[in-house]
């Protein structure tokens, strides 16, 4: 199939809650439109078929892929990119236009949830190679390799995600679902049994939750820099309950690291020897939880459109 370099292959993963999904897409569609880009669109249906039309999209020769979608959306559409069989993928541009509950990606470059701007940006079509992370597993079957461009969570943030998964059903919205996980188990402060190897040292010990970040992670990891090729390490052990409301206005303030319960590493690999009942998410996507899991970046693996 030949593509126009130009052309925009454009996914649209509807926002997660919402009974506007017609009307949002309406409005970026018509913006678009209003500036004369060129574009293919497709509609996601279902979970996993971002993946898929990413992966369909770089083998069929588009080089510039936009994700209307939140975090979520972009590791689906990550992993199709790098999934793919496109000889130049490292060079595809992959463009972003937020429109989830969870847009922390987005946030690190400057991107509101408002499309014009971002729209602009892509237009704009500043472009910067940027690493991509990566984690090793075995599913009982075979060995995997999925990959993400913001934070591995284990423990406590990965729980969260998943509650919310299951009871966003119940609260119709997703937003809602979030909120109530995150104070629910922040009040039972539930441990893990941990074995990790950061840069030759083992740390083992009762850890509630661990981000591995290439960049913000919800603010576990303020300092990490997705284009320096490290990985930056928030270890989070049990805090006493007056540390908990310090630890949230701190993790809101950007200072994460400063409490005194939160240990930081920099390193360029993890290895998750043990995490007894932990769940694992990668970018808000739920990973099967094998371990012991291996956790690793690519510098500049792929290109993104960012803003100037």
Request: with cysteine.
């Amino acid at each position: 199939m030949s593509v126009e370099p130009k052309k925009w292959g454009v996914i649209y993963n509807p926002k997660a809650g919402t009974r506007k999904v017609k009307k949002r897409w309406k409005e970026i569609k018509e913006y678009m439109d209003s500036k004369g880009v060129d574009y293919d669109y497709v509609q996601s249906e279902g979970f996993g078929s971002v993946e898929r039309l990413a992966k369909i999209l770089a083998n069929n020769g588009y080089r510039t892929i936009v994700v209307v979608g939140g975090d979520g959306a972009l590791n689906d559409a990550i992993n199709g990119i790098m999934l793919s069989d496109a000889e130049d993928k490292n060079d595809i541009a992959l463009g972003f236009i937020p429109n989830g509950i969870g847009n922390d990606f987005a946030r690190y470059w400057g991107l509101s949830t408002e499309y014009k701007p971002a729209v602009d940006c892509i237009i704009n079509h500043r472009l910067k190679k940027i690493d991509v992370g990566y984690c090793n597993f075995y599913d009982g079957k075979e060995h995997q390799r999925r990959y993400f461009l913001n934070a591995v969570n284990i423990g406590l943030g990965a729980r969260i995600v998943k509650i919310t998964d299951q009871t966003k059903r119940f609260w119709g919205v997703k937003f809602l679902s979030y909120v109530a996980a995150l104070f629910s188990l922040i009040f039972e402060r539930k441990l893990y049994r941990m074995h990790l190897r950061i840069n030759d040292e083992h740390i083992r010990g009762r850890i509630m939750t661990v981000c591995v970040g290439s960049a913000w992670g919800w603010g576990q990891t303020p300092s990490a820099v997705p284009y320096n090729g490290w990985l930056d390490v928030s270890v989070i052990y049990r805090p006493e309950f007056l540390q908990i409301i310090s630890g949230l206005w701190m993790l809101i303030q950007g200072r994460i690291l400063n409490h005194k319960v939160v240990k930081s590493y920099r390193t360029k690999k993890v290895k998750v020897l043990r995490a007894q009942n932990a769940s694992v998410d990668l970018d808000g996507r739920l990973l099967p939880k094998h371990f012991p899991l291996e956790v690793g970046i690519l510098p500049e693996k792929t290109t993104l459109i960012i803003p100037n």
